[in-house]
C-alpha cells in the first residue's frame, strides 16, 4: 500500500505498521519535515528555553495511537540483537526506561518517515556495527577534548 516494507524496521510488526498508517494516512505532504511527523506523534523533545537555560524538555503528553504503537514497538527492542536494541539498552544505561523508549520511538518514527517519503528499503547493520560506531565516536570525541587541553591521547597496546 505504502510503496515500501515497514516490517523489515525491528521491532515494528503488521500491527504497529498499520496503526501508523491508519493514523498518519497515506498522504505525507501533511508533514513538511521529518520533525513535524515527529512532533505532531509527540515523540520530540520539548524545548522551553528562557535566556539559554533549557527549563524542560520533556516530550507533551498526547493520545496518540501512533505513537503508543510506536512505543510499544520501541520496549519491544529491548532483547533484539540490531543496531535499534544496541541504540535502546544504550539509551536506558544512561537515563530511565520511559526516557530511552521515547527516545527509541522517536527512531522509529524517523525511519519510518524516511522509507516512506522515500521510498527507500531499511537495511540494518547489526548490533556489532553499531557497537564499533559509537566507540569510534567516543574515540575521536575524546582525542579532540584531550587536543583542546593541550594533551595527546595514547592507545595502550592490547595484552595477547
Known amino acids: 500500500m505504502c510503496g515500501v516494507d515497514l516490517t523489515r524496521i525491528d521491532g515494528i510488526n503488521v500491527t504497529t505498521a498499520l496503526a501508523v498508517i491508519s493514523e498518519t494516512g497515506a498522504d505525507r505532504s501533511r508533514f513538511a519535515t521529518v520533525k513535524h511527523f515527529t512532533c505532531w506523534l509527540g515523540l520530540c523533545p520539548g524545548t ?31 532483547t533484539s540483537q ?41 537495511i540494518d547493520q547489526g ?7 559509537y566507540r569510534e565516536r567516543v574515540l575521536r570525541n575524546l ?7 593541550g594533551m595527546k591521547l ?3 597496546e592490547q595484552p595477547a
Open 82 to 122: 540490531s543496531a535499534l536494541g544496541a541504540y535502546f539498552r544504550r539509551m536506558c544505561a544512561r537515563m530511565d526506561k520511559p526516557k530511552a523508549t521515547t527516545a527509541a520511538a522517536h527512531k522509529l518514527a524517523r525511519l519510518i518517515y524516511t522509507m516512506l517519503t522515500k521510498g527507500e528499503e531499511y
Open 48 to 78: 522551553r528555553i528562557t535566556g539559554g537555560k533549557v527549563m524542560s524538555s520533556k516530550t507533551k503528553r498526547c493520545a496518540n495511537r501512533a505513537a503508543q504503537a510506536l512505543r510499544l514497538a520501541a520496549a519491544a527492542l529491548r
Open 127 to 133: 548490533q556489532d556495527y553499531y557497537e564499533e560506531r
Open 154 to 156: 595514547v592507545a595502550l
Open 143 to 149: 582525542t579532540q577534548r584531550a587536543e583542546k587541553m
